[in-house]
């Protein structure tokens, strides 16, 4: 069941141009970043209930995805990250395919298996981790 609610661009104009592109062109246009493919999520806001898209890498393995709240090694998780402890219930559009997926924070070593599949696609991940403290989060996504 798609989610519903009113959908609020990002105020990162980077992100938001490349979610609206992605989505308006069915995943044809806007699906990679640095030559590597990237999928769009869709989650409801935690506080707003409004539907937010943002453009992240694609790590994908038998059907699961994750998604890596990186932000470029920043000190604080990005806010898609409460959205998706909030409301677990997310969308990702991969290509022009698009599915509903329960999603789970992971970690040991279910983490680690996937902390690299996702550096194989995006190594700078590993260099976003020695940039905080925090640890960054890998949610798991499983087609519903
Ligand atoms: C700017 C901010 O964005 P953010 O959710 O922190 O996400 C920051 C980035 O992660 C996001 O821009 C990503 O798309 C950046 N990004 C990646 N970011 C990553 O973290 N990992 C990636 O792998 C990644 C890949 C990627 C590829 C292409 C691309 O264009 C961008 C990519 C934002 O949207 N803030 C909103 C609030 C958004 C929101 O979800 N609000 C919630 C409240 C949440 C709460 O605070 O509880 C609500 O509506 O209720 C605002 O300030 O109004």
């Known amino acids: 069941m798609p989610l519903t609610g009113e959908y609020e661009p990002s105020p990162s104009r980077w992100s938001r141009d490349q979610a609206e592109l992605f989505e308006r062109t069915g995943g044809a246009e806007g699906n990679t970043l640095r030559g590597k493919p ?18 992240l890498m694609r790590v994908e393995h038998n059907g699961e995805y994750a998604v890596v709240a ?40 279910e983490r680690a298996e996937w902390w690299k599949r996702a550096t194989a696609v995006w190594p700078d991940y590993d260099e976003y981790q020695t940039k905080t403290d925090r640890t960054i989060p890998v949610f798991v996504l499983t087609p519903v």
């Open 38 to 55: 990237i999928i769009l999520l869709t989650s409801l806001g935690a506080k707003t209930g409004k539907l937010r898209k943002t453009p």
């Open 70 to 109: 990186s932000q470029g090694g920043a000190p604080t998780h990005p806010v898609w990250y409460h959205n998706l402890v909030a409301n677990p219930l997310v969308e990702l559009q991969d290509g022009p395919v698009r599915k509903d997926y329960t999603v789970r924070a992971v970690s040991g070593e």
